[in-house]
């Protein structure tokens, strides 16, 4: 049974840090590449951070660059993103992504919410 489970969400004020797990079980996670993807209220889901199997090879939206670190563990089975510098406008639902060719699986999401 294939799952991804995230945590480390939850409030912050802005200016502060959060560091978002995934979980990965049920499929061999280091062949898969790994992404986090959000959503706000009202907004569509976008892609924030990706990185490729073997973890050599990383992107991120703009809005991100320079503020968020995405990382594995391939040895833990775990995908990592570190956010920091977290503004008002970072607040959504964090979900995890996993992609192998046509294999897609999603975690089922985790709320960071930055606000003072």
């Known amino acids: 049974q294939v799952q991804l489970v995230e945590s480390g969400g939850g409030l912050v004020q802005p200016g502060g840090s959060l560091r978002l797990s995934c979980a990965a079980s049920?499929?061999?996670?280091?062949?898969?590449?790994m992404s986090w993807y959000r959503q706000a209220p009202g907004k569509e889901r976008e892609l924030v951070a990706g990185i490729a199997s073997a973890g050599g090879s990383t992107n991120y939206v703009d809005s991100v660059k320079g503020r968020f670190t995405i990382s594995r563990d391939n040895a833990k089975n775990t995908v990592y993103l570190q956010m920091n510098s977290l503004k008002p406008e970072d607040t959504a639902v964090y979900y995890c992504?996993?992609?192998?060719?046509?294999?897609?699986?999603w975690g089922q999401g985790t709320q960071v919410t930055v606000s003072s």
């Open positions: 992504h996993a992609r192998r060719g046509l294999y897609v699986y």
């Open positions: 049920g499929f061999t996670f280091s062949s898969y590449a």
